[in-house]
């Protein structure tokens, strides 16, 4: 799948505030300082189109963006709030949780969430947690392990096994998982392929993203 253009098209407060639920929908999130808008910005190929900040936990809507791929297709990419939670009020970080919440259980067209787990680590516990949370609630998704080029490759494989090993654990099926780095773009084409693919499958079935 090859991206021809990216654009920013709105931020809502709510799963109801959301645009239309017409073209499939791709959701990303982990904890802050995951490295999530440097993976969007080199997955759209746009530097600046998530910001980036030395400040976790700076994404606090849902920020939608418009992907126009080399066919014309068109799909929504969607930026949320990280499960982590930077320092913030309690009230603020329930609120939080329950708007992402409510997306990821009512938002019709969303195909699969992307979870964004930190690769320079040992399984953390609100990680483990948070996909616990979202097989319960059956809900598609797939691993994104960050930030491979700050580790040595051996370090990376180790942690990556450690977390699939964990959950493992508790499920009899892994979900889809991927190793990337936005800098050197580790992983990339094959997040993309694997979008594009999902695509294709859905405009198969008559264009239904649910």
């Not at 189109?49 to 849902?62: F, H, M, N, W």
């Not at 494989?157 to 773009?185: G, I």
Request: with cysteine.
């Amino acid at each position: 799948m090859e991206i021809i253009k990216a654009e920013y098209l709105i931020s809502s407060p709510s799963v109801e505030q959301c645009p239309k639920a017409d073209i499939p929908e791709y959701a990303f999130i982990g904890r802050s300082n995951v490295g999530k808008s440097s993976l969007i910005n080199a997955l759209t190929g746009k530097k600046e189109l998530a910001k980036v900040s030395r400040t976790p936990g700076k994404t606090q809507l849902i920020n939608h963006f418009t992907v126009t791929n080399k066919d014309y297709s068109k799909w929504h990419l969607v930026d949320l709030p990280g499960y982590g939670f930077a320092k913030r009020a309690q009230s603020l970080r329930k609120q939080w949780a329950k708007m992402i919440e409510n997306y990821i259980r009512k938002r019709e067209n969303l195909v699969t969430l992307f979870v964004l787990i930190d690769s320079r680590h040992e399984p953390q516990e609100n990680d483990l947690e948070f996909v616990n949370q979202l097989g319960e609630w059956q809900v598609p998704f797939a691993l994104v392990f960050t930030k491979a080029d700050k580790t040595t490759q051996r370090e990376t494989a180790a942690n990556v096994r450690r977390f699939l090993d964990t959950m493992r654990e508790q499920w009899e099926f892994l979900p889809p998982n991927f190793v990337t780095s936005a800098e050197k773009r580790t992983g990339i084409k094959q997040l993309l392929t694997y979008i594009g693919d999902l695509n294709k499958n859905i405009a198969k079935e008559g264009g239904r993203a649910s």
